[in-house]
């Protein structure tokens, strides 16, 4: 596959995962608008940050190390697939174990909740580790999908195990309240069944079909999705699995960075349930449009550079068309996000009051709420800028770089859960989202610098697309004034009348942006043009 043909299936891939994060946030943004009627915030805390957190963490430590290592360094057709095809079965083994540790911890060493309150915990914290075994499953499948670019594969899957969630929660939230955690449990199971389920039926009726053929797909049968040793290899690609160990000790250490205040929150007892439960809705609300915009980008674009890029060698060894191509995606992406982080910052400033009073009335947009948010809509900027540096330097790190660049994540794991703890004892719940953004400015010097030497003896320069127009930053101002008075005069005690005029002077700021856009930023449009709208992009060749 070639450099062009990888970039194009990449930014289809892109388009489709950011389509789909979208339908995931919209509807978990619905669905948790309607529970909020049904349940109390206790429960939301209890789900959404303490099981949820021993699901996150069961599946992360399970199996990304395995998914950097196995999508990185060679297209999907030169290499060993019964190789890989063993050593992302281990991930099965590895998250039995990690659930049996993992429960052991959440039932006997935390702080179990009020039974009269929340009734159920213990069978819940078992369903909830059998849901992200179960996940695991569809492990070697869901690498080889992506390896092999099927992009509506993913989507299709991950749309109907979201939408089977969504209506067992609905069904039992109004008809059976009283299981309390057993309905987000059981909702949790349909979740990973269904993803299980989609990816097996879909492998089952490709492998050995006249399309797989014609693909030149290097498995011919189902049998050959199962582990099994072949005559005269190794049991697993060693240089491969050391990469793997490489990673995970990464991984390890990149989940206590992404889930800090929520390990802090669970392990420290900082916050109550029901504060935890209003900390984690704001939170989901702030990096809403984060999550389903930047993730997809990042994920899609580390297989770009990971299979464009040569890992851990320098860019006078590389061939210069494929280097050339990679410094001007990276520049076109950084200018992107910096893009969208900016208009998020200086719109989500002025605009978070409202928008937690129409999700949830007066228990978010009383207290601390709004101010939460304010402050997530700077964290998203940093949010953003970090997802794609990251996402280059992990692509063109060597295996010795990776590890070396564990002793800088233990160190930013260490400082950032010291920071969380005493930001949060003097800021309360707006703590976490300070010791965040400190930690996040590190990793993006890190970063920076990382990709300032690795391009340093090359003509390409693409930390430049850190470098907004004057004339957007301009327009950027005027808005964050402009809306800031808005909200002061019209938002949000008087009467939906202001509410919309609010709103009204918001869109025309925006339309302002835009437009400020649209004149200076011309190569971030010609990329978006024809790499990020597939769609676009066919219509007119």
């Known amino acids: 596959m070639s450099s062009q043909d990888v970039l194009k299936s990449a930014t289809t891939l892109a388009s489709y995962n950011v389509l789909l994060q979208v339908m995931f946030r919209v509807l978990t943004f619905l669905l948790n608008a309607f529970t909020l009627r049904f349940v109390s915030k206790e429960l939301i805390g209890v789900v959404n940050v303490r099981l949820t957190l021993l699901y996150s963490t069961l599946v992360f430590l399970s199996r990304e190390a395995f998914r950097r290592a196995c999508l990185s360094g ?3 057709t030169n290499r060993n697939w019964r190789q890989v095809i063993n050593l992302l079965w281990l991930t099965l083994p590895l998250g039995v174990l990690w659930a049996a540790l993992l429960v052991c911890v959440w039932l006997w060493l935390l702080e179990v909740p009020d039974p009269q309150t929340i009734p159920h915990y213990g069978p819940a914290v078992l369903l909830f580790a059998l849901s992200a075994v179960q996940e695991l ?25 979201m939408i089977a969630k969504c209506s067992v ?16 449990s059981a909702a949790h199971l349909v979740y990973t069944g269904f993803l299980v389920l989609c990816y097996a039926v879909y492998f089952i009726r490709y492998l050995g079909s006249k399309e797989a053929s014609k693909d030149s797909f290097p498995l011919n049968s189902v049998g050959d999705l199962l582990p099994c040793r072949a005559d005269g290899e190794p049991l697993v690609d060693w240089t491969l699995a050391r990469l793997t160990w490489s990673f995970f000790k990464q991984s390890f250490l990149k989940q206590i960075l992404t889930e800090g205040e929520r390990y802090v929150m669970t392990f420290l007892n900082v916050l109550s349930f ?24 990042e994920e899609s674009f580390y297989i770009f550079f990971g299979k464009v890029l040569k890992r851990g060698s320098d860019v006078r060894s590389q061939k210069q068309e494929d280097v050339a191509m990679a410094a001007e995606v990276l520049e076109c992406l950084l200018k992107l996000v910096l893009v969208i982080g900016l208009i998020i910052t200086v719109f989500g400033y002025a605009h978070s009051t409202l928008a937690l009073d129409i999700y949830g009335g007066s228990l978010l947009s009383s207290g601390a709420g709004p101010t939460l948010l304010r402050c ?17 330097v992990f692509a063109a790190m060597s295996k010795e770089e990776v590890d070396k660049y564990n002793l800088v994540m233990l160190a930013l794991s260490v400082s950032f859960l010291i920071l969380s703890y005493m930001l949060t004892w003097w800021a309360g719940a707006v703590g976490f989202i300070l010791a965040n953004c400190l930690n996040m400015g590190l990793r993006i010097v890190h970063s920076l610098l990382y990709i300032h030497h690795y391009f340093q003896c090359s003509q390409w320069k693409p930390l430049r697309g850190l470098l907004p127009s004057p004339l957007l930053l301009l327009a950027l101002g005027v808005s964050a004034g402009v809306t800031a008075t808005s909200e002061s005069l019209f938002c949000c005690d008087d009467g939906w009348l202001l509410r919309l005029v609010h709103i009204g002077v918001g869109a025309a700021c925006l339309l302002g942006v835009f437009a400020a856009v649209l004149l200076t930023e011309t190569q971030l449009i010609e990329f978006m043009r024809t790499q990020l709208f597939p769609r676009y992009r066919k219509k007119h060749t």
């Open 137 to 161: 499953l569809a492990e070697p499948l869901w690498v080889l999908a992506q390896a092999h670019m099927f992009v509506r594969l993913k989507v299709v899957a991950e749309s109907l195990a």
């Open 74 to 76: 060679v297209s999907g």
């Open 274 to 297: 029901g504060d935890q439960g209003v900390y984690d809705i704001v939170n989901n609300l702030g990096s809403m449009v984060a999550r389903f915009i930047f993730l997809p980008i």
């Open 376 to 392: 997530y809509s700077c964290y998203v900027l940093l949010l953003a800028v970090n997802g794609i540096t990251e996402c280059f």
């Open 169 to 184: 929660t609905v069904v039992l939230v109004v008809f059976a309240r009283e299981w309390g955690l057993y309905i987000f």
